[in-house]
């Protein structure tokens, strides 16, 4: 898609790109209101419509606000602990597409070379997803965030010392370096997700033990990973305006040397303080 929308901008102009996206959206509308469709059918002849008008009430919404906050005081160590690693993956995936995008702009790459720079960072994550499965089934949940980081952080940290060499004189190696951070990616697919339902799994038993949970524990586990992926949204939103005020205010090299070193401590506090979930899984 990266490649398909710098060719489209360069044949066309830059509002073609949002247009053809649009048109990838419109197409598959249809499916998404049919799926809508026969759901709400189903749950009008069923007895969950019933239940969808009390989820409605204000009294439930109440209650849920209440089960977050419990939910989060008795699980605030496992979000701090896993959740914080799993934070600086995905910030370090959303930096990594505006560093090797700037890079390649100082490279002197033109705008189709910059969409198959940023497609074969992305075909290498696509490629390495089933090393993530393997790692994390074969080896455990904290041996693929290990690997992830630090494949990810050593492609940053090699990016870094790439852009101080000489105009066009490092491209071939901006595609090896974007490979390897594509894989460092890649070998981390669905990890955060992964831990989190482990452990909303372990939010369960204990919202369950609790004299607070009582016995209504039904919806804990959705709960507990809508609170997990919201901290992981953070990591999103954070890293593309930490590296671009970073490149402005000191150099592109720096920035890519801070998201490798935050990355590498990442994985080091993995190693030392966070737990293996796998056995967690039911």
Same mark, same amino acid.
């Given at each position: 898609m990266p ?6 901008a360069?044949?066309? @102009? /830059? ?12 197409l ?7 799926? /809508? ?7 009008q002849t ?6 969808k ?9 109440f209650r /849920? ?5 419990? $939910?989060? %005081?008795?699980n ?14 995905n910030?370090?995936r ?11 702009m100082?490279?002197g790459?033109?705008?189709?070379? $910059?969409?198959l720079? $940023?497609s &074969?960072?992305y075909?290498m ?16 949940r904290? =041996? ?12 940053c940290?090699?990016l870094?010392?790439?852009? !101080?060499t !000489?105009r066009g004189a =490092?491209?071939?190696?901006?595609f090896?370096?974007?490979s390897v951070a594509g894989?460092?990616s890649?070998?981390g697919a ?6 989190? %339902?482990?452990?909303?799994n372990?939010?369960?038993v ?6 607070? !949970?009582g ?9 507990f990973? !809508?609170?997990?992926?919201? &901290? ?7 890293g ?10 000191? &150099?592109l090299?720096?920035s890519?040397?801070?998201?490798g +070193?935050? @990355? ?5 506090? +993995?190693v030392?303080?966070?737990k ?6 039911m």
């Amino acid at each position: 898609m990266p490649m398909l929308g710098s060719f489209v901008a360069v044949r066309f @102009g /830059y509002r073609a790109p949002f247009m053809v996206v649009s048109a990838f959206g419109a197409l598959v509308f249809p499916f998404a209101l049919l799926s /809508y469709s026969r759901e709400t059918r189903l749950n009008q002849t069923s007895a969950t419509a019933e239940r969808k008008e009390e989820r409605n009430s204000k009294a439930v919404v109440f209650r /849920y606000f209440r089960m977050i906050k419990e $939910i989060f %005081a008795m699980n605030w160590l496992e979000l701090l602990t896993v959740g914080s690693p799993c934070l600086v993956l995905n910030m370090l995936r959303q930096a990594r597409d505006f560093l090797f995008a700037v890079a390649a702009m100082n490279a002197g790459f033109s705008q189709d070379q $910059i969409g198959l720079l $940023i497609s &074969s960072m992305y075909l290498m994550d696509f490629l390495s997803f089933p090393v993530s499965g393997y790692l994390m089934d074969k080896f455990g949940r904290k =041996h693929a965030l290990v690997a992830s980081l630090s494949c990810i952080s050593l492609g940053c940290v090699m990016l870094s010392m790439l852009t !101080g060499t !000489g105009r066009g004189a =490092h491209k071939t190696m901006l595609f090896l370096v974007a490979s390897v951070a594509g894989s460092g990616s890649g070998i981390g697919a669905g990890i955060a997700m992964c831990m989190g %339902a482990d452990l909303a799994n372990v939010a369960q038993v204990k919202f369950k033990e609790s004299s607070r !949970g009582g016995s209504d524990d039904s919806d804990v586990k959705a709960l507990f990973l !809508g609170i997990f992926r919201t &901290s992981q949204d953070l990591g999103q939103m954070f890293g593309p305006q930490l590296v671009g005020t970073l490149s402005k205010q000191v &150099s592109l090299s720096f920035s890519g040397l801070l998201c490798g +070193s935050i @990355g590498i401590l990442a994985a080091l506090f +993995s190693v030392c303080c966070v737990k293996e979930t796998k056995d967690l899984a039911m």
